[in-house]
């Protein structure tokens, strides 16, 4: 079953406004990452955050956890074309489970030039 | 260059085959993992491994099959057991006791 629910699943926007993507998860977490995917290619890392965290940064990017809500957010800022891709988020849910990831449905960014 | 390869990138099945899917990596990792990606889907779990010689269902392991001989080498054989075997295949890999996995380009599979 997919841990992970992401909304919305597809955005359309044009270069230099943000995006922001959610994703809900159901059971408690060690840790909760986003992918990017582009099109029929595999998975590049961009962000973690763990349980203990509220809000981490990385270039353009801004990821925020509420463990109260069991959700995240991911905000792109200033978008370029070149953020044309599918964004996917993945929890650990650590414990027994520890490195094994549950990804959610993703949501499909488009970004026009 | 430092890495996961996928081979091939693109296989074709007949009826009642089993075919082997390879995924090495060059990282020095010790866990692996594959992948099953279906169109607009995110990613479900098939096998992962944490150390050679040893491996672990996933969610949706039936008709695959996995071995770990070497620590770079986790190839994946689609059975004829699975009987809807068409999607995009990920290896990944990553550090044992750290979070971050490492993916492969894939393999994509059809049925003729």
């Known amino acids: 079953s997919q841990q992970g629910e992401e909304d919305p699943q597809a955005l359309s926007i044009q270069e230099g406004e943000n995006a922001t993507m959610n994703c809900s998860y159901k059971?408690?977490?060690?840790?909760l990452q986003w992918y990017r995917q582009n099109s029929g290619r595999g998975l590049v890392h961009l962000i973690l955050i763990r349980s203990n965290e509220r809000e981490k940064h990385s270039g353009r990017l801004r990821v925020t956890l509420d463990t109260s809500k069991k959700s995240s957010s991911l905000l792109i800022t200033a978008s370029r074309a070149a953020d044309t891709a599918s964004y996917f988020c993945?929890?650990?849910?650590?414990?027994?489970?520890?490195?094994?990831?549950?990804f959610g449905q993703g949501t499909i960014l488009t970004v026009h030039p | 260059d430092g890495g996961i390869t996928q081979s091939p990138k693109y296989l074709f099945r007949k009826e009642g085959q089993n075919v082997t899917l390879s995924c090495e990596q060059n990282l020095n990792h010790d866990a692996m993992y594959w992948y099953r990606q279906d169109p607009g889907q995110g990613l479900r779990l098939i096998y992962y491994s944490q150390i050679v010689n040893d491996f672990q269902k996933g969610d949706i392991a039936e008709g695959y099959s996995v071995s770990r001989e070497k620590k770079e080498s986790f190839p994946l054989t689609v059975t004829s057991a699975q009987k809807n075997p068409t999607a995009f295949y990920l290896c990944?890999?990553?550090?044992?006791?750290?979070?971050?996995?490492?993916f492969g380009a894939g393999t994509r599979l059809s049925v003729l």
């Open positions: 059971t408690s977490i060690n840790n």
């Open positions: 990944a890999s990553s550090i044992l006791g750290r979070d971050i996995q490492y």
């Open positions: 993945a929890t650990d849910a650590g414990g027994t489970s520890y490195g094994k990831l549950t």
